[in-house]
């Protein structure tokens, strides 16, 4: 068997879909776009960028880069920026690449693999508004990636808030991207971002 493609990138974002987004007292600028696969949008609240090269070689290694979008505290009457900052990416990390048959399961067990080629990690991420205090409730995601480079396909599990919006992507050889998943919010921020990750997303994407 031989790999189908020699490199993958994937990138997970989640982003405030509406302009102005209110939190108790606060106002705060929100991204103001709707879902989006290009990879260069600079509208995001949240995004990770990781790069996994070297199917063809039977060698795959990956890269990964995370940040955070700049934060903007307003006059909620006015509009006003009355402060800015920025969102650490500490909370933010890629874990467990793992490339054979099998793969611990973070639910317990062991996954079985279709093939020994096969490449895995785990993906967390948690961050909060710089602006919004020590007790601001992080923006939380998590996710158990499968990458197949025989039969082409992405395979996902893991959770998001119920806040804001979450989208996630992949790209072959650098191709068109191909949605992961989308996950629009249920909640607004003062219900939706408290507590862990507990809105689940999955998906088996062929790429």
């Known amino acids: 068997m031989a790999a189908e493609f020699d490199k993958i990138a994937i990138w997970f974002v989640a ?20 879902f989006s696969s290009d990879p260069n949008e600079q509208r995001f609240r949240v995004p ?10 039977d060698d795959p290694q ?13 006059d909620c009457a006015t509009a006003e920026v009355l402060a800015t900052a920025t969102a650490g ?18 639910e317990g067990g062991v996954v ?8 895995n990690f785990l993906y967390d991420r948690a ?12 923006l939380d995601m998590n ?11 992405v395979s996902l599990r893991g959770a998001t808030n119920a806040f804001p919006d979450y ?6 050889d650098d191709g068109a991207p191909v949605v992961l998943f989308r996950q629009k919010h249920t909640l607004d921020p003062v219900f939706g971002l408290p507590g862990g990750a507990d809105q689940a997303v999955s998906a088996m994407v062929t790429v």
Do not use: W
Request: a negative charge; charged letters at 20%; proline letters at 8%.
């Open 15 to 34: 982003f405030i879909p509406m302009p102005v987004v209110q939190v108790l007292d606060d106002c705060f600028h929100g991204d103001d776009r709707d």
């Open 48 to 57: 990770s960028d990781i790069v996994v090269s070297g199917f063809v070689a």
């Open 62 to 74: 990956e890269t990964d880069f995370h940040q955070c979008g700049e934060t903007l505290k307003l």
């Open 89 to 106: 990416t500490d909370g933010m990390s890629l874990n467990h690449f793992n490339i054979g048959n099998t793969f611990p399961d973070p």
């Open 112 to 119: 079985d693999n279709p093939n020994e080629f096969c490449v």
């Open 127 to 138: 961050a909060s508004n710089p602006l919004a205090g020590a007790v601001s409730p992080d």
């Open 143 to 153: 996710a158990f990636v499968t990458i197949d480079p025989i039969s082409r396909t």
């Open 167 to 172: 989208e996630a992507y992949a790209s072959v």
